[in-house]
């Protein structure tokens, strides 16, 4: 994937969970790409996709939009076998 496909999904997770816009992002470098600053912005792409997947996973139980987020990002990464997340409740 390219970083404009990374921004673009950043940009469609924030619109559904706006606090999601608090986690680092890399920033885009105009110069050009080193070596170093290719595998930092790997990283960093990295860890702010699994900060995501961690958030989503646990607030998904109490909010749809969460459930929402992580399908885009199931779909983001090719997964063809979607995690589904109910609203459970109690049947008593």
């Not at 170093?36 to 989503?56: D, K, Q, T, W």
Request: aromatic share 10%; with cysteine; charged share 20%.
């Amino acid at each position: 994937k390219r970083y404009r496909d990374f921004r673009e999904l950043q940009t469609q997770l924030v619109t559904l969970w706006p606090s999601l816009s608090e986690l680092p992002f890399p920033p885009k470098h105009i110069a050009k790409m080193q070596p170093h600053v290719i595998e930092e912005r790997i990283v960093a792409l990295e860890l702010f996709m699994r900060n995501c997947v961690s958030l989503f996973g646990v607030y998904s139980l109490i909010d749809y939009r969460c459930g929402q987020a992580l399908r885009l990002v199931q779909e983001f990464l090719g997964l063809h076998v979607y995690v589904n997340v109910h609203l459970c409740a109690d049947s008593e």
